[in-house]
């Protein structure tokens, strides 16, 4: 059964650090691309970054290029979205997404899986 369960989120102050994680089970997630997103209530969600299966190829969003790093550990089955630079404006539901592609394309919505969220919230 593939389950994917993110952590790290919490409340930092503009310009600092948080590191996400997403851990998989039921599925080697270094063949498969996994997607982060993130959501604000009441504004559309928006992907973030995602990184491919087999060649760990990464991409971004404008919003965050350069100041977010995307990287997986396959010993931990795990995938993970270093936040460095931190703005307010990157305050939401940070979920990872799979959908059992390689590519990081849009999800198909028959074979997507999410996790349950962590909250990031950047506030002085």
């Known amino acids: 059964q593939v389950q994917l369960v993110e952590s790290g989120g919490g409340l930092v102050q503009p310009g600092g650090s948080l590191r996400l994680s997403c851990a998989a089970s039921?599925?080697?997630?270094?063949?498969?691309?996994i997607h982060w997103f993130r959501q604000v209530p009441g504004k559309e969600r928006e992907g973030v970054s995602c990184?491919?299966?087999?060649?760990?190829?990464?991409y971004y969003a404008d919003s965050v290029k350069g100041r977010f790093t995307i990287s997986r550990d396959t010993s931990k089955n795990t995938v993970y979205l270093q936040m460095d630079n931190l703005k307010p404006e990157d305050t939401a539901v940070y979920y990872c997404?799979?959908?059992?592609?390689?590519?990081?394309?849009?999800?198909?919505?028959?074979?997507?899986?999410w996790g349950q969220g962590t909250q990031v919230t950047v506030s002085s």
């Open positions: 039921g599925f080697p997630l270094e063949f498969y691309a």
């Open positions: 990184i491919k299966g087999y060649d760990g190829s990464q």
């Open positions: 997404a799979t959908d059992g592609a390689i590519s990081c394309g849009e999800l198909s919505p028959e074979y997507e899986h």
